[in-house]
Every structure is written in C-alpha cells, then in structure tokens.
C-alpha cells in the first residue's frame, strides 16, 4: 500500500515474444476491501479436498464477521458466503471419516495433518459466530485425541494437531508434544510462531504457570530473532512465515510496532488476489482479519491517476461509493522489454494496490519440461483392442501401442506416466483434453463400492481431467481414464501439468499433442 501524497511507480517488463495478455491494476481504499477481493479466488477455487474445503469457508466467515462489525453493506457478498457455509458443511460431512478425522480427501486415510486443518479451522469460525449445527469440532476433536494417543508424537502432522486440541482444550499428551518439538534445533519460523501462540492459549487456562510462561517467552524471543534484522521486519521466503510470524505478534505482543511492516511485506508479495495457492492466502486473509479486529478501519478517499511510460491512461475515484479501481490494459499497451506504471492519489488515507500481469507467450509447439528433480511426466493415447485371455474369453484391452487417430465414436484410453526417484505429497496432475473428444468415465466410486485406485481423487470436467495424489512414492505410476472420440477434424490438447500444490514454482509438463478423428 501507500500513502498519499506518495506515489508508487511499477515496474512491467513485456516479452518481445508476447501476443496475448493483460496487465491489471487493482487499487482498493482499505484492507477490508482487499480481503474481499482475495475471498473471491478462494470462494471460487473449483477444487475440494480438506484444506481447499476450510481454505475458503475459514476466511469467508471472518470476513462476514468483519462486515458486520463495521456496519459495510455488500448483500452479494454475505449471501455468497451463506452459500460458502452450506457448501462446506455438506463437503465436510462427505470427507470427514467414519471415527471423526479427515484425509486429503473422502479417501484417503484419517492423517494428523488435515484433522488439524478441520479441527482449527473450525475454532477459528466459531470464534466468528458460525454455529457448529453439525458438530464437527466434538467429532473432530474426539478423533484428534485418539490420534493424539495411538500415534507417536513425531510423526508427521502430530505437532500440528496437538496445536489444535490446545487451542481448544488442555490436554497432557498435546502439551507435552508441544513442548518436545519448542526445545528442538533450527525450528522454522512458522512452528515456532504456531508454539508461541500455542502456548499462549494453555497460559490462559494456566495463568500460573510459570514454566510454560518462560518456555513461550523463549520461543517468542526466538520468532522475533528469526523475524527481525537490526529491529527491521526481514524478507520472508515463504508466505507461511509470515502469516504465522504476525499471528505470534497479535497474540503476545499485539501493539508490537512491527506487525504493520509485516503485513505491508505480505501485500508486497500478493500476484493479483492471491498468494500462490488457497492455504497461503487463506492464511494471509484469516491473519489480516485477525489484525483489523484490533485495530480502526479507514477508508481512503480521493483522485487515483494513472500513468503508462509518462502517459495518463486513467483518472478515476476512490473512496466513498467507489470500492477499488480495476484497470485492465491490454498487453499491447505496452512496449516490448522495460515499462512503468505510475500511480498517484491525490487525496487523504491509505491506498492498496496490486498488479498482476498476463502475457501469452507464443511458441510453434511446447516441449515437456520438469522443475521437480527427479519427475517426469508422458501422456499417450492408446486403442482399446480385442484381446483373447488365458481362459478363452475376449476382452477389449488397452494397447501397448500409442496412436493419435481414432474412429468417430471410438472410446480410447488417456494414458498418463508419472515417474519420480523420490516421494512428493500433494499432487495435482491437470490434463486437458482434446475438443473434438468427451471423457467418458466416471470420477467417483461407484454406490456401494470402496475406491480402487491408487491416487486419492478425480475430478472430471468438460475440457480436462484433475488428479489428486496426497503421497507419490518413487517409482513409475499410470493413471488410465476412458475418452470417446467425437468430433471429426485435428484438435490440440494442451499439455498435460503435474504440481505439488503447496509448492511454488515447482511443475512438470508434457508437451501438447495432436490427434485427429476419422469418419
């Protein structure tokens, strides 16, 4: 953000191979609007395991807590909520396990992590007004306790759920999970930010207690230590960091001069309303709620004009009326390499801003490529042929032979390669399909019958296939799904992407292939 008469100067770099795209400018007049526009991306995520499911519900219901506390009016945005709170629910009620913990997804195996990630996230809500008809925290919590004395303290996820029952509860074996993890070496700034408050929580039931007093204020010291350079917030490498590190702030020391300057850097690292995937803005937004309930809203008011290379391209208003200045220019206002985009407020308060830039880049074709050591990634189309079996009976097979001609009518097989020599959690493989086919296969298990494959989900939509791996081993691994052949002519299907979600910048690509239907 920044504050008039200060003007903030961008900077756009255009490819000299760009033939496509937008750059856009968002200029909001207080935080609250700027949560509001990062509640859209999540609202609007079309995907829905356990963490995406408490992604979007969590900071929809702090910022409907936020509008009705300060009296903003915005009815399409409470009633998309509403619709945000039923939805969750009946999601959660199809992932949540039958002994009450959660998976990755409704298939995967009840894992200390995403009972965490429910658990908290409905702390979190209730603290926001939102009743527990269903009573998922009580089942929840039932199930993080068993978990919590069945399963040893160091595996994964354990800390982090031991968290969430001492932010509900006192509990002996959580406390002392989180006590062996606060003496350990070299912890990251998000654990020790997650201890801290944390503890702080068992402090108030515990007033007294001054071992755990000292051990929060060591932890604390820690977090500051890690957080600050020569008293000045440092640069965090990972949004998680940040987030918790201002969340520790605004539990322990809530007038710490410092939580401000956090939350400008976080800003300064949002691309257009987001930041990177759903559990990093959504504790970007869950933190900055946290904070605007501690300190006043104001709104800013006045002229935002706006430049391109010296050049006005817009003056427009900001401020009572007029929620956020959302320019769109198209890519070809900009020269090929350096540009610079200039804005000035005339006016009183503080402005937000975001910049996003979309170029399409144009390549005769696209070659597979992987930022993941040791992954790679094939897609084939294969025949489904009559083959004799052992017993005498003919089945329809795949081939072993890929081929990119098909019949109208044909139902051929996709056939996706993943190697790695190492695991990878949390993968997302997206694979496009092309436009003159339809898939014909079913992404759900079919009533009455257990998941049989090995991945975790499927989501099929009209122009691709979404595959969900919560924990990719090293090996070679296929996934096979049916498509018919339509349309008659040549179709590209874009390339297939394979992406550890909470990753950045890390993916693997096919390159795109061509295939025909025949009459």
């Known amino acids: 953000y920044f504050v008039q008469p200060t003007s903030v100067k961008l900077a756009i770099h255009r490819s000299d191979h760009a033939v496509e795209g937008e750059v856009r400018l968002l200029l909001q007049p207080s935080l609250l609007h700027s949560l509001m526009s990062s509640l859209d991306y999540l609202v609007d995520y079309p995907y ?5 499911t408490m992604s979007r519900f969590v900071p929809a219901v702090q910022v ?3 509008l009705e506390k300060t009296g903003y009016q915005r009815p399409d945005l409470e009633a998309k909520i509403d619709e945000v709170i039923r939805r969750s629910e009946a999601r959660l009620r199809d ?3 039958s002994e009450g913990g959660f998976g990755w997804f409704e298939y995967d195996d009840p894992d200390p992590r995403m009972t965490a990630v429910v658990l908290d996230g409905w702390r979190q809500a209730r603290a926001s007004g939102v009743t527990d008809r269903k009573k998922f925290i009580s089942s929840t919590l039932s199930a993080a306790k068993k978990m919590l004395a069945s399963t040893p303290g160091d ?5 982090e759920l031991a968290s969430a029952v001492l932010m509900l509860e006192s509990h002996p074996n959580a406390i002392t999970i989180v006590k062996n993890e606060a003496n350990k070496p070299n912890l990251s700034i998000e654990k020790l930010s997650r201890i801290a408050v944390t503890l702080t929580a068992e ?3 515990k007033p007294s207690s001054a071992d755990l007093i000292a051990l929060r204020d060591k932890v604390y010291r820690q977090v500051k230590s890690k957080t600050l350079e020569n008293n000045q917030v440092a640069t965090f490498t990972d949004v998680f960091d940040a987030t918790a590190a201002m969340s520790a702030m605004l539990t322990v020391e809530p007038d710490s001069p410092h939580i401000e300057s956090i939350l400008r850097s976080l800003l300064g690292q949002r691309s257009g309303n987001r930041w990177g995937d759903t559990w990093r803005t959504s504790s970007v937004v869950s933190a900055a709620a946290d904070y605007i309930k501690l300190k006043p809203i104001n709104t800013a008011k006045g ?3 706006i430049y391109v290379n010296g050049q006005q391209v817009a003056s427009q208003p ?4 007029v929620e956020a200045v959302d320019l769109k220019l198209p890519v070809s206002t900009f020269r090929a390499g350096s540009n610079q985009i200039t804005v000035r407020f005339q006016g009183e308060g503080r402005v937000y801003y975001s910049l996003e830039t979309k170029q399409g880049i144009y390549e005769q074709k696209t070659t597979p490529k992987s930022t993941i050591t040791g992954l790679s990634l094939k897609r084939e189309y294969v025949r489904m042929e009559p083959t004799r079996l052992q017993d005498g009976s003919i089945r329809l097979i795949p081939s072993n032979r890929a081929t990119t001609s098909f019949k109208s009518g044909e139902v051929y097989r996709c056939r996706l390669t993943i190697k790695t020599d190492r695991a990878v959690s949390y993968l997302m493989i997206e694979d496009p399909i092309p436009s003159n086919s ?3 296969d079913s992404d759900r298990a079919e009533p009455g019958w257990d998941w049989q494959n090995w991945w975790s989900n499927s989501t099929f939509y009209d122009d691709k296939a979404t595959f969900f791996v919560w924990s990719l081993q090293p090996g070679e691994h296929t996934i096979e799904y049916a498509v018919r052949a339509e349309s008659i002519g040549e179709c590209v299907a874009l390339p297939t992407r394979a992406s550890p979600m909470y990753l950045q910048n890390a993916y693997a690509h096919t390159g795109q292939t061509t295939l025909e239907v025949k009459r």
């Open 203 to 205: 402090i108030n039931r």
């Open 48 to 52: 829905g395991c356990a963490e995406q």
């Open 318 to 321: 900001l401020g009572v009326g």
């Open 64 to 66: 409907r807590a936020l």
């Open 95 to 97: 992932l949540q396990q």
């Open 438 to 440: 339809r898939i014909v």
């Open 155 to 159: 595996a994964y996820g354990m800390s």
């Open 303 to 305: 002229q935002a004009v």
